[in-house]
């Protein structure tokens, strides 16, 4: 498919692959009408019945199920692929023949749908350890199966701290386009929107932790002066931040407290994903809390997306906000803090902040 064909239509199709409750759709949908194109989503599939529920109530369309029960013969042509796959270990590796290497894995079912319907572009998702697994292996192995389909493709990993979110999140895309055009990525180093910007107000009381929880984080954590999300890892050390850290799907339910006394609501966490108020929550609390914590960044796959329109259409977009190209400091006062910082991309990120 050229680039004429997209603006001669004024429409990009695209198919939404593990597609959750519709971050990917989000991205796209905003970044396709940016270049005067209306976005048409012709296929979308997600196991998930409560994330089928929520993509239908936002979107107005249930998913279709079990991607590995539907023939590519049946996926609809489409320009771009979006694809926020689960990672699954690698059945078979080095035995070189092709996409057939990963079949007993989830990617299979990408890599056959790109071989039969062959679309100008795709971008993918995934956690940042799919880099390093299996030694480096396992992503060599889909690098070089893209390759093969004809596909030049490239990858990087990216945060959500860098591209406006309050959340450290770390993800890998891999973007890849069947034109043999440089790839271009964005920059990041957006303005962090605050944790103020970002928590209700006059929160129902169920979200509290219990007396004995707050008692017990407050021993060993002293209360902050500012908004604050405290994280507590595994070994049972606190840290109190100025963003969240990342949001996860199979997480304790008291993993993740503001100020150390509260979780975070659904509306909460889904705005920590850069989703639009607009969307709809139709799920109980508990699936809204394993939904967002399973769903993909939006903030960040608009600025990706906006990147792979640009190499396809060697122009880059109107709208201000994805042009992530410019080098600007969070929105929070720096001189709040005074513990040790950590330095990323020309910017420093905060690793802890002053307490009272």
Same mark, same amino acid.
């Given at each position: ?92 590796? &080095? ?54 389909? &004809? ?112 979780r975070l609501t659904p509306r909460e966490m889904l705005r920590l994903q ?20 399973n769903s993909l960044p939006v903030n960040v796959a608009k600025a990706v ?52």
């Open positions: 498919m050229t680039t004429t064909s997209y603006q001669s239509r004024n429409q990009v199709r695209f198919i939404d692959l593990f597609c959750g409750i519709g971050g990917f759709r989000h991205a796209i949908t905003h970044v396709a009408r940016s270049y005067g194109l209306e976005p048409t989503c012709v296929f979308s599939s997600d196991i998930d019945k409560a994330c089928q529920e929520a993509y239908s109530s936002n979107f107005g369309e249930i998913p279709h199920g079990d991607i590995t029960k539907i023939k590519e013969d049946d996926v609809p042509a489409h320009d771009v692929l979006l694809a926020g796959f689960p990672c699954q270990p690698f059945s078979i590796i &080095g035995q070189m023949r092709g996409f057939e290497d990963t079949r007993g894995t989830l990617f299979f079912d990408i890599a056959r749908i790109l071989s039969e319907k062959k679309p100008a572009a795709f971008v993918l998702e995934n956690v940042k350890l799919l880099a390093g697994h299996d030694k480096g292996q396992t992503l060599l192995k889909i690098m070089q199966t893209l390759a093969d389909l &004809g596909y030049k493709a490239e990858y990087k990993v990216f945060n959500a701290l860098d591209f406006g979110l309050p959340q450290k999140r770390e993800r890998i895309w891999i973007v890849g386009m069947r034109a043999d055009k440089p790839i271009h990525w964005p920059e990041g180093a957006l303005p962090m929107k605050p944790l103020s910007a970002v928590l209700e107000k006059n929160v129902p009381s169920k979200f509290y932790a219990s007396e004995h929880i707050r008692n017990k984080r407050l021993s060993r954590m002293k209360p902050t002066k500012e908004t604050t999300i405290w994280h507590e890892n595994k070994a049972g050390n606190i840290s109190a931040l100025p963003y969240s850290c990342a949001l996860r799907a199979g997480a304790s339910y008291n993993y993740l407290l503001v100020n150390g006394e509260r850069g989703f639009p108020d607009s969307h709809k929550i139709v799920s109980s609390d508990s699936q809204t809390r394993k939904q967002a914590g997306i906006a990147s792979l329109f640009e190499s396809l259409f060697g122009v880059p977009t109107v709208d201000e906000n994805l042009a992530c190209d410019k080098q600007l400091s969070l929105l929070e006062p720096k001189s709040i803090y005074n513990e040790r910082t950590e330095t990323k991309k020309r910017r420093k990120i905060q690793a802890s902040v002053s307490t009272k």
